[in-house]
C-alpha cells in the first residue's frame, strides 16, 4: 500500500478537549510532516519533524516521533471549534531528494463539538 | 511564502470531453510538481511527478494517456484529464516541493464532476 496507517480514521470531541491522532509508516524516513485538510481545499502544512528529533511543539501542536516503532502522533490541545479539519501524517523517505515521493497517512477525520 | 496557484478550483463537464487543470507556482520555481488524487474522505493517492522539460513519472495504475502532464516552464504545470468519464469524478492537487527538507506546498484543488 502507498499509504502509512492512520488512527483513529475520525474522532469526535467536545471543544476545549485535547485530541490525539497517531500515524504508522513502513520504511525508514528523513522526515515527518503534518498538514490539515479543510473540507474542499488543499492541504496546509502544519509541522515536521525531523528522523533525529524525538517531539516538537508548535503552539497547541505537539507531535511526538518514535522511529523505532515507526510511529508518530500529533496532540492538539484545547480544541477549538477552527479545528474541525481533517489531519494527515506524511513521510519523506530516506535517503530523499527534493524529488521524493512524499506518502500520506489515510487521514483522521476530527470533529470539534461546540 | 511559497504559493501554487490551482485553476480551475471546480469545473463540472459532460462525458467524452477533456478537462485541465493548471498549477502555477508564483513567486517560486517548480522543476517539480506532484499531482494527487483524492476521493471523499479518503487519502491523497500521488498519480504522476512531473519533471520541467523531461517526461512525467507515473505511478502504477495510472494511464498515462488519459492523464497527460506537462511541465513546460518552471512555474507551470498541467494536467489534462482526457475523454473524461463519470468515473473520473474526483478531487485533484497539486503540489511543488520546497527546499531540502521543507513542507510541499499545494494548489487548492480542482473539483472534477463529469456528468
Known amino acids: 500500500s502507498q499509504q502509512g496507517e492512520e488512527d483513529p480514521q475520525a474522532l469526535s470531541i467536545q471543544e476545549g478537549e485535547n485530541a490525539t491522532m497517531n500515524c504508522s509508516y513502513k520504511?525508514?524516513?528523513?522526515?515527518l510532516q503534518w498538514y490539515r485538510q479543510n473540507s474542499g481545499r488543499g492541504l496546509v502544512h502544519l509541522i515536521l519533524?525531523?528522523?533525529?528529533?524525538r517531539e516538537k511543539h508548535s503552539g497547541r501542536l505537539r507531535v511526538t516521533l518514535d522511529t523505532s516503532k515507526k510511529s508518530s502522533s500529533l496532540l492538539i490541545t484545547a480544541s477549538r471549534a477552527a479545528d474541525t479539519a481533517s489531519y494527515f501524517c506524511?513521510?519523506?523517505?530516506?535517503?530523499?531528494?527534493?524529488?521524493?515521493?512524499?506518502?500520506f497517512g489515510s487521514g483522521t477525520r476530527l470533529s470539534i463539538r461546540p | 511564502g511559497a504559493v501554487v496557484s490551482q485553476h480551475p478550483s471546480w469545473v463540472i463537464c459532460k462525458s467524452g470531453t477533456s478537462v485541465k487543470i493548471e498549477c502555477r507556482s508564483l513567486d517560486f520555481q517548480a522543476t517539480t510538481m506532484f499531482w494527487y488524487r483524492q476521493f471523499p474522505k479518503q487519502s491523497l493517492m500521488l498519480m504522476a511527478t512531473?519533471?520541467?522539460?523531461?517526461?512525467?513519472?507515473?505511478e502504477q495504475g495510472v494511464e498515462k494517456d488519459k492523464f497527460l502532464i506537462n511541465h513546460a516552464s518552471l512555474t507551470l504545470s498541467t494536467l489534462t484529464v482526457t475523454s473524461a468519464h463519470p468515473e473520473d469524478s474526483s478531487f485533484y492537487i497539486c503540489s511543488a516541493p520546497g527546499r531540502g527538507d521543507s513542507p510541499l506546498h499545494f494548489g487548492n484543488g480542482t473539483r472534477l464532476t463529469v456528468t
Open positions: 512531473s519533471n520541467e522539460g523531461s517526461k512525467a513519472t507515473y
Open positions: 506524511a513521510t519523506v523517505p530516506s535517503p530523499s531528494s527534493s524529488a521524493s515521493k512524499i506518502i
Open positions: 520504511t525508514s524516513i528523513n522526515n
Open positions: 519533524i525531523r528522523s533525529n528529533e
